[in-house]
């Protein structure tokens, strides 16, 4: 029986998010020591046409507007000063800076610009990236301060704040207490609620995508992939987030989703910081339904009606199989997981979308209520800068290429055949 209270699902943002924006000041000019170069009503503007973005003459007006607006009202970048080379990913290189007038320590994301697509304007992606977070501001979602230009339309840097730590990076090295865990994962939720409730996907949660202040602070980073999301629901690309953080959904081919998808990445999260090492690390698709499957067991169309129509279901048959849940996180002593804690990531990792727990509702799961409770962030411990010295050549999670998923999912289907 369960010990959970029924949470409902949201379906609609507050209220306030709805009404009007006062009026926005005017931009400051390049000489201004101000914050941002453009305002919450204009974002809100171009975010609703990057959107709406297709090879039309709409998403390239929106981009040739960002364009105009960074080089007229945007301070140069030579006022900071390089530290160190962070970490690089798919959209931009962080480096580690400092503000040559001020003193203050920020995160220089440069964006990576082609010159093919600056002709046509500039990138969706990293258009919606910036206009995204500059309507952000929430303590658990990383703060943009302003955009900096250097001298073409090719270069642009994101400023944003500095956090000395990336979870992945301390998970490496540091096995969280329970109460340290709970306190991440409580800045956690309410970071992603926070979005949800701005109707916004991340698409992309993962250990390496959550930064750690000295403070004890969690803040959720990297949008390259995050969109807007409404109703009635559109078709979205499938091929987003890092497989080993992908909800089977997803995998199965389907092709409407929302924030559920979110809820799941969350929840290999939450099982990440217990092992310290990703839940379910997949070569494929294959291979990463078997290792969800293994874990949760297989669904069936009564635990998750409508699966047996997804598209990709075809592809996938698995025998039915139990869920192992307490031979991969024992209890007390040997694990850290409490009945309360395996209920909350059950509720995370139910593989039907539409009983899948949102975050909002695991904000208030009982698992928060029973000792040890949470740490304030103020006493969480603290470790050396990680981010002060540049990260090491590593091989990403995987996202999946045709050609190697084929090959992969015929030896993954040799190899497994014993198991399903």
């Not at 006022?79 to 003193?103: M, P, W």
């Not at 090295?173 to 329970?178: I, N, T």
């Not at 990445?265 to 990440?272: D, L, T």
């Amino acid at each position: 029986m369960s010990l959970r209270p029924a949470f409902g699902r949201q379906t609609s943002p507050p209220h306030s998010f709805l009404s009007p924006l006062p009026s926005p000041l005017p931009p400051p000019s390049p000489a201004t020591e101000g914050g941002g170069c453009w305002s919450k009503q204009e974002s809100e503007q171009d975010a609703r046409a990057a959107d709406a973005a297709t090879p039309s003459s709409s998403s390239t007006a929106a981009s040739d507007r960002f364009s105009a607006r960074l080089l007229d009202g945007c301070r140069s970048v030579d006022r900071f000063r390089k530290l160190n080379r962070i970490d690089e990913g798919t959209y931009g290189v962080v480096y580690r800076a400092r503000d040559s007038i001020t003193g203050e320590v920020v995160a220089l994301k440069q964006l990576k610009l082609s010159a093919s697509k600056s002709e046509e304007g500039f990138p969706v992606s990293s258009l919606r990236e910036v206009i995204l977070l500059a309507k952000m501001d929430h303590p658990n979602v990383v703060c943009l301060k302003e955009v900096a230009v250097g001298n073409s339309p090719l270069h642009i840097f994101m400023v944003m704040e500095y956090a000395e730590h990336e979870l992945k990076a301390l998970l490496d090295k540091h096995s969280f207490a329970a109460a340290e865990v709970k306190c991440l994962m409580k800045q956690l939720l309410r970071g992603v609620s926070h979005l949800h409730s701005r109707w916004v996907i991340h698409r992309d949660l993962k250990t390496s995508n959550l930064l750690l202040t000295n403070k004890g602070v969690l803040k959720v980073a990297d949008f390259g992939l995050s969109r807007h999301f409404g109703t009635p629901l559109r078709i979205y690309s499938k091929n987003v987030i890092t497989m080993w953080y992908r909800a089977p959904e997803l995998i199965m081919g389907q092709k409407q989703y929302t924030t559920d998808v979110d809820a799941w990445s969350v929840g290999c999260i939450f099982g990440e910081m217990f092992l310290r090492k990703p839940m379910f690390p997949g070569k494929s698709e294959l291979h990463q339904l078997s290792l969800i499957y293994e874990l949760v067991g297989v669904p069936t169309e009564e635990t998750w009606p409508g699966h047996e129509a997804l598209p990709n279901r075809k592809h996938f048959d698995m025998k039915l199989s139990l869920p192992r849940w307490r031979v991969v996180f024992p209890e007390a002593p040997e694990g850290m997981l409490t009945d309360m804690g395996l209920e909350l990531m059950r509720s995370l990792l139910t593989c039907c979308p539409e009983r899948r727990i949102t975050a909002e509702g695991a904000e208030e799961d009982p698992y928060f209520w029973e000792r040890p409770y949470a740490l304030d962030p103020a006493m969480m411990p603290t470790f050396q800068d990680t981010n002060s010295t540049g990260r090491a050549e590593k091989r990403p999670a995987p996202r999946g290429g045709p050609a190697q998923t084929l090959l992969d999912n015929l030896a993954v289907a040799r190899s497994r055949t014993a198991l399903f």
